[in-house]
């Protein structure tokens, strides 16, 4: 896959200012250098320390909440790689933003592969920034405590999945939407046009993050609709009783 | 108020391009037209029609609902004109954004007004077009449903509750941050700097729907936490109820 960069970028040499494979190619990336590690390794070891942070977590999970059910523990892994990606990784965005094109360190050179579906990163664009930020430093250590609370039962543990899921679900149809108005209304695109970038890492990788949110959601709205139903029709069941009780007592006196 | 904009066009006219009062003075924004009401007749109408549908929500809820406690009689309220303000004029921005600087309709000139506070109003900035229109078209008829749930006590006011809040309140801390992100980083300031338009207009007219969504999360957030506590103490109660019965009737055979 290196050699489709190779090749945009001898073709697209003789443009003036063209010294990076990132879109639209005119954009100006100051200080940029090519990454030292291929693709095939940063993704293998991007996939590698994802892979070791669900079994990590699995492994906990079955041995220390055994008895939670199966979706509560999915759940879990859920909370924690997600709020893992979020604080360490766009953290790392929002904290380096103006340092991205040169990085060589792990992280750096994660980023300027994932750049190529979205220039932005590189560019410090005010709002992909803005809501980085916020998911790294909200909705990222919220996640730890819903992790935290599913296994305690928590009675915050659904309010709390409700605003983080709608957070990383609007944050994401944000993310989107800037990125196809630029592209079909100024004419800018941020994505290099090969499927890899655009449909794979821009579209479906991001695209977890409104399947999995967006499942935690329903079943959170449906969770409390549920007990608030069934509370109201104890309430009501407890009422009658005691006013049956009270009549019943009246009748015998 | 309106000859601190003469004074301020008056003395940019020597600069190249500047023929409106938005900032930054530079932008192009085509096809301008300076509004044909005063700002002091515009903000009496606007203010006239929110108060309008308050006192019209408050009339109904009084003769329909007289029962309700005054705090659900509020959120009503709140959730009407909430929702009527997105609906209605956030989409029409929404749905105008190309067609915002010459227009002379009453919203056309209400904007233009507002946009000297955040000329981001009048270029179709992606970020503010993009989550104006969320707002308009998923918070805005999601208030109405809040509302009308509040009424019939829905289970689903809560939960609903909650995802609109947190949508107004994040769509407001990007709108700030990115405002903020190009007035400090790339010295872009969209607001014309005068005490009215930066500070009531832009913050403090905003912050509106930082307060009022976060007392009404808030609450949501607790009402649904004790609920689910009353909930389980309740289930557990009967269950150890039931248990207790059962055990009598062992004891009793």
Redesign the interface.
């Known amino acids: 896959m290196d050699s489709i960069i190779d090749t945009a970028m001898n073709a697209s040499s003789p443009l003036m200012g063209t010294s990076h494979p990132f879109y639209p190619l005119e954009v100006e990336i100051a200080a940029y250098l090519a990454n030292e590690m291929t693709m095939q390794v940063l993704l293998t070891i991007f996939v590698a320390m994802i892979l070791t942070i669900v079994g990590g977590t699995k492994l906990w999970v079955d041995k220390v909440h055994p008895n939670l059910p199966g979706k509560e523990k999915a759940a879990i892994w859920w909370f924690v790689i997600s709020g893992a990606i979020h604080l360490c990784f766009e953290g790392y965005f929002s904290v380096n933003h103006t340092r991205m094109a040169p990085a060589q360190d792990l992280f750096g050179q994660l980023w300027k592969e994932y750049a190529l579906s979205d220039s932005r990163y590189l560019t ?1 664009d ?2 992909v ?3 980085e ?2 998911t790294a430093f909200t909705w990222g250590p919220m996640c730890f405590f819903i992790a935290y609370f599913i296994t305690t ?1 928590n ?2 543990r ?3 999945q ?2 983080v899921c ?2 990383q679900m ?2 994401l ?2 993310y989107y ?2 990125a196809m ?2 592209h079909y ?2 004419s800018a695109a941020y994505s290099r046009p090969e499927f890899l970038y655009f449909w794979v890492y821009f579209f479906a990788v991001n695209f977890i993050w409104m399947v999995i949110p967006g499942l935690l ?1 329903v079943s ?2 449906r969770t ?9 029709k ?1 309430t009501l069941a ?1 009422q009658k009783g005691t006013n049956g009780k009270a009549k019943g007592s009246k009748k015998d006196i």
Chains 1, 2 share one sequence.
């Not at 409390?224 to 109201?232: G, H, L």
């Open positions: 410090s005010p709002f920034l803005c809501m930020t916020v039962s009675p915050l659904h309010p709390l409700i605003i709608v957070g609007y944050g149809v944000l939407a800037t108005f630029d209304y100024n959601l959170s709205v409390i609709a549920r007990t608030f139903a069934a509370f109201d104890m407890l």
